[in-house]
């Protein structure tokens, strides 16, 4: 069982819809990152969240230390949403070793 | 300012071969994170490195090792390639400026290594 699991692994959605991923881990955490990947590799760092919501523009991160779960969500979603969105926990302390989950493929169709 | 960036973008090789995959920080970030994303999969974590010392490893064989220059770049080798070597490399550099776990990490393009 992986240390980080996210859900689902697919999502579709048209545009404008409000949408959630969702992110569980399993181990002790100092942070939890959410982050984008576009076709052809390039990740960009939305959120680092230790407790609380962060939110940036339409999307927002929520995380429940107790429950150890975590979402993203994107509000008034656009075709140029779509990427695999990648949750990933930093279970290592100050040696800030990440363990991620597997991604989230999302489209949004225009 | 520049993000981190890595060289080459792409590369192939044959089994067997050594691999050198480089990688620039952003200017005044000290700790570099190598890690390894096959195909359909999440990243995993390679290596840390924070002024110039090993900081933490991953499940990685003794094929894979890095260094860090005085000048904060890395440089990560794969010796005796297998196909299963195949993928996307990421290194992602942080400025380690409150020394605490939380920092944010930036990536770099990453180098895509093809083993034939």
């Known amino acids: 069982k992986n240390e980080v699991e996210q859900s689902p692994q697919n999502l579709t959605a048209q545009e404008g819809e409000f949408i959630t991923i969702n992110c569980s881990y399993s181990v002790g955490i100092s942070a939890l990152h959410w982050l984008q990947q576009h076709p052809g590799g390039g990740i960009v760092s939305l959120f680092m969240?230790?407790?609380g919501k962060k939110k940036h523009g339409r999307l927002i991160a929520t995380i429940n230390i107790q429950e150890k779960h975590s979402s993203l969500h994107i509000t008034a979603s656009h075709p140029r949403d779509s990427a695999v969105y990648i949750c990933?926990?930093?279970?290592?302390?100050?040696?800030?070793?990440?363990?991620f989950g597997k991604g989230t493929l999302l489209t949004v169709n225009p | 300012d520049a993000g981190v960036t890595q060289s080459p973008t792409h590369l192939i090789k044959t089994r067997g071969q050594h691999v050198t995959l480089r990688c620039s920080p952003i200017s005044g970030h000290k700790s570099v994170s190598w890690y390894q994303q096959v195909l359909g999969q999440g990243p995993q974590f390679i290596f840390q490195y924070y002024e110039k010392e090993e900081r933490g490893r991953g499940n990685f064989p003794d094929r894979f090792s890095a260094r860090q220059f005085p000048n904060y770049s890395s440089e990560l080798n794969v010796n005796a390639l297998l196909l299963g070597d195949s993928a996307l490399y990421l290194c992602a550099s942080r400025p380690v400026v409150t020394g605490a776990s939380t920092d944010t990490q930036y990536f770099g393009p990453g180098t895509r290594l093809t083993v034939l």
């Open positions: 969240l230790s407790s």
């Open positions: 990933a926990a930093n279970s290592g302390g100050s040696n800030y070793k990440l363990t």
